[in-house]
């Protein structure tokens, strides 16, 4: 039997804190009274590599904040992230064209854009380069296209709607009458998890998540209701961290991907923050017991039962008394259970599967979590489900129109 270390006690009463949105919101106005006591301009800080398909997006949404809120911006050049916080750069510069394609198609932004990067490379400064990573590092973060302000990092215009939202707080919008009528519409934000209208029996997708991942779990919470209501069959890849295949995950992403996913759970209405990681043995148990729970056709309970406890109940997986509780709640036998989890051939079968999902996501190009697949079309992201939905109306014509 295992028992909780002092850590498990510990890391849900820290996390809760740490990721509360009462944090966040007093973390803003502290910076905000320093800003003003400072009598400084409020400067959004972006930090812009010249081949990064996203900060090319970033900087055609810039101009389109500057007529939407009194802001200036500060260019930051930077080169390419260290390979320890992009493990499969290439896999991520082969996808990253055809998801910025895909963006600038669903918001009115130019693809490609025509640039001479090649020579702009070679005018620039490489101690300015190394003087914007040093500062991009300082204040907290590791990718190119994403702007910083006052403490908080907004990546790609995927997350402007949250830098929006607190310029409109701070009272800098531009456009007062709407604001006053509460119609603050954030430039780039597609609705998600929309009704599906009609679609054949056995209409199926293809969802690879890791039990590790707050992104995965933030899914969970809203495609498993969703597909229940629409009648469409998921299938679920299991995948292992990449924390426990051997690729390493700076503390500066942990970081910011911990505020991030706060930050959209608390949007997408999603319990999050009262977390235990359940790296290491805690992922593997709860991994082992999918199968089992197929078996019983209760595999998306379960797993939700699992993300649920560890990422937002703060239940640490690794010990008896807490998995029982997430095997429980969602109709599945506990002694049966233990029984599973002293199986070695189903130690080696949940593996062996995990290893097919892993080899599966790579073929498809893609290699993070959550990821989703609809026959041709595969995305990563929790932000781009809408571009599966999208695919299953022009497949089988359902009335629903997605619309920015």
């Known amino acids: 039997m295992a028992f909780r270390s002092l850590k498990s006690w510990l890391m ?22 320093k800003r003003s006591g400072q009598q400084r301009p409020h400067v959004l800080h972006f930090f812009h590599e010249l ?46 064209q055809v998801d910025a ?11 490609p854009v025509v640039t001479s990067a090649a020579t702009a490379r070679t005018q620039i400064n490489q101690e300015s380069l190394l003087t914007s990573h040093r500062l991009r590092s300082k204040w907290g973060h590791y990718l190119s296209g994403v702007i910083y302000y006052e403490g908080e990092w907004y990546w790609g215009i995927d997350r402007l709607h949250h830098l929006e939202d607190r310029l409109n707080a701070l009272g800098l919008s531009k456009q007062t009458h709407l604001a006053r009528e509460g119609q603050r519409a954030p430039l780039f934000l597609t609705p998600q998890f929309q009704s599906l209208g009609p679609v054949p029996e056995g209409t199926s997708i293809d969802f690879f998540l890791s039990l590790r991942s707050p992104y995965s779990a933030i899914s969970c919470a809203k495609l498993f209701p969703w597909a ?34 706060a930050r959209e759970a608390f949007v997408q209405g999603v319990p999050f923050g009262r977390l235990n990681d ?19 056709e209760l595999a998306e309970d379960y797993v939700m039962s699992f993300m649920q406890g560890v990422w937002s109940e703060g239940l640490d ?14 109709g599945l036998h506990w002694q049966a259970a233990k029984d599973i989890l002293k199986s070695q051939s189903n130690d080696q079968h949940w593996r062996a599967v995990a290893e ?27 932000d781009r489900f809408w571009v599966i939905e999208k695919a299953l109306h022009d497949k089988f014509n359902t009335a629903t129109t997605l619309s920015t």
Request: proline residues 7%; hydrophobic residues 45%.
């Open 12 to 33: 849900p009463v820290i996390s809760q804190q740490f990721l509360s949105r009462s944090r966040l919101l007093a973390l803003r106005e502290k910076a905000e009274v």
């Open 278 to 296: 359940p790296v290491g043995k805690p992922t593997e148990r709860g991994l082992a017991l999918i199968p089992f729970a197929q078996m019983h």
């Open 51 to 96: 081949e990064d398909p996203y900060s090319l997006l970033l900087a055609q949404a810039i101009p389109l904040l500057q007529n939407k809120f009194s802001i200036s911006v500060v260019q930051h050049l930077v080169g390419q992230p260290d390979s320890s916080a992009v493990p499969e750069r290439d896999k991520l510069k082969t996808y990253s």
């Open 356 to 382: 097919q999902n892993r080899q599966a996501l790579f073929a498809l190009g893609l290699w993070g979590v959550p990821s989703f697949k609809f026959e041709d079309t595969a995305v990563w992201g929790q």
């Open 101 to 111: 394609a895909r963006l600038a198609q669903q918001y009115g932004l130019q693809w």
């Open 228 to 261: 229940k209501a629409n009648g469409v069959q998921i299938n679920l890849r299991y995948v292992l961290p990449m924390v426990m295949r051997g690729l390493p995950v700076p503390a500066e992403k942990r970081k910011y991907i911990s505020l991030d996913a």
């Open 317 to 330: 997986a690794g010990t008896d008394a807490h998995l029982k509780i997430i095997v429980e709640r969602c």
